[in-house]
């Protein structure tokens, strides 16, 4: 069986005013459907970068990316990589509240799993509020759970429990292992091997370039 991502060789560099960054090189590795993998690196190894190529936001200079046995080259357009991705920035729309912010990926707007998806992530009672009116870590986890509501069969989620209390990480990284582990493909991106060894998965490390 082909892999559901296959990364062969992947290398991005930047092209700026002040010359070029290296971002990403000489990257392989390959992810089975239902894998439970994470990234690890230091900060400004390339993780990010490699989650946009991923996601079809960034295209890669070298190398070939592969997903279910179609090589993206062929341009398959964001919307049809079957990919809920988590900024490491987290990205809401503002004019709407929480719920709405959660519900906007799914095919049908049912509260109840949205709720129980909140109260998951320990961000329950936030559903009328707007984005501006939660903290940086309550943001978070919104795009979180927007993700995780979307239901797409590759979840790429970028450093998503950054910034929030190590209680609430651990308890929201146990949920996540206890509920999705070997239902869903992801890649969970970090910089902390604290949190890696937690999740239990198979750890791919990443390194700064020279
Ligand atoms: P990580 O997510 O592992 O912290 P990034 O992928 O964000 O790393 O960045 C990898 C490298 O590329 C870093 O040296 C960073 O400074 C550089 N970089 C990231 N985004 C840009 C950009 N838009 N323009 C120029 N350089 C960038
Ligand atoms: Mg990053």
Redesign the pocket.
């Known amino acids: 069986m082909p892999a559901l991502l296959e990364l062969d060789h992947v290398g991005l560099s930047?092209h700026?005013l002040a010359g070029e960054?290296?971002?990403?090189s000489q990257i392989s590795f390959s992810i089975q459907e239902g894998e439970f993998v994470s990234l690890v690196?230091?900060?400004?190894?390339?993780?990010?970068?490699?989650?946009?190529i991923l996601a079809g936001l960034e295209n890669a200079d070298s190398g070939s990316v592969c997903l279910n046995g179609i090589s993206t080259d062929e341009r398959i357009p964001p919307n049809k990589r079957n990919i809920a991705l988590v900024y490491?920035e987290p990205v809401l729309w503002n004019h709407m509240p929480v719920w709405k912010n959660i519900a906007y990926g799914m095919a049908k707007k049912d509260k109840k799993v949205i709720y129980e998806l909140m109260d998951a992530l320990e961000i329950g009672g936030l559903e009328k509020r707007f984005p501006e009116e939660i903290s940086g870590g309550q943001a978070k986890r919104v795009a979180l759970a927007r993700a995780l509501a979307a239901d797409k069969g590759i979840l790429l989620l970028?450093?998503p429990l950054s910034n929030i209390d190590e209680k609430t990480k651990l308890k929201n990284l146990e949920y996540l292992v206890q509920n999705y582990k070997d239902r869903k493909t992801i890649l969970y991106?970090t910089?902390s091997k604290m949190e890696a060894d937690f999740l239990g998965c198979r750890q791919i490390r990443?390194d700064?370039?020279e």
């Open positions: 930047y700026t960054i290296p971002a990403l690196g230091p900060s400004g190894c390339g993780k990010s970068t490699f989650i946009r490491q970028d450093e991106v910089h990443m700064v370039k």
